[in-house]
């Protein structure tokens, strides 16, 4: 009897530590799904958050694609119109010193006419005492008057172009210089002072104004 009655305090006992192990591990399965939800919930947060910030990055290169390419179009349109007022200006330079060139032209010509113009006119009193000396070839038979008469005509003549800046150039027996000399022929010089210096002139060289106008053609000692 006494055997029985300690078997049942036995189970008795057992009956009440089961359900407090029962109400522990509740209690803690519990704490896990809570635990569970918050970490499904932590790890929607920052995907949700991410998502947002990839919108907000696509949103912002939009737009900077955007005002980039506005800025091209405006550069574009910028240098179109440089362009066309580039070549505006060139137009006209081209046009304004095509003008200058044919009026330099024509003004040239226009100098050189009146130039050629003015020396001939001296000239003719020259062309009349020619005209006249040849009727005295005709006519007179005294050669000295005749060739004194040439010599006046020579002088007036040679006068005349002096008083137009034309003057002959004195090159025998000066250095050759190529800049106003022309060698025609080279010649053993008959001693040594008269080496590279000019033996002989053939052919006179004039300048007019300081300016050659016709080389000297001569022949070289060497």
Known sequence: MAEKE????????????????DMQNKDNQDVEDNASDDNMKSDE?????????DKSQSKKKSRSRKNKSDKLADENEELRIKLAEAQDKYLRLFSEFD?????SNKEKLEILSSASGALIKELLPVMDDMDRAQENFEKSEDVKALAEGVELIFSKFRKTLAAK???????????F????????????APDESQKNKIIDTTEKGYTING????????????
């Open 6 to 21: 300690k078997d049942q305090e036995m189970n008795a006992a057992e009956m009440n530590e089961n359900p407090a192990e």
């Open 45 to 53: 947060v920052p995907e949700a958050a991410n998502a947002e910030e």
């Open 99 to 103: 003008n200058f060139r044919k009026r």
């Open 165 to 175: 800046g034309l003057e002959a150039m004195e090159s025998t027996g000066a250095e």
């Open 177 to 188: 210089d190529t800049d106003i000399h022309e060698a025609i022929a080279q010649f053993p």
């Open 211 to 222: 300016k050659v106008i016709r080389h000297a053609k001569v022949v070289v000692g060497v």
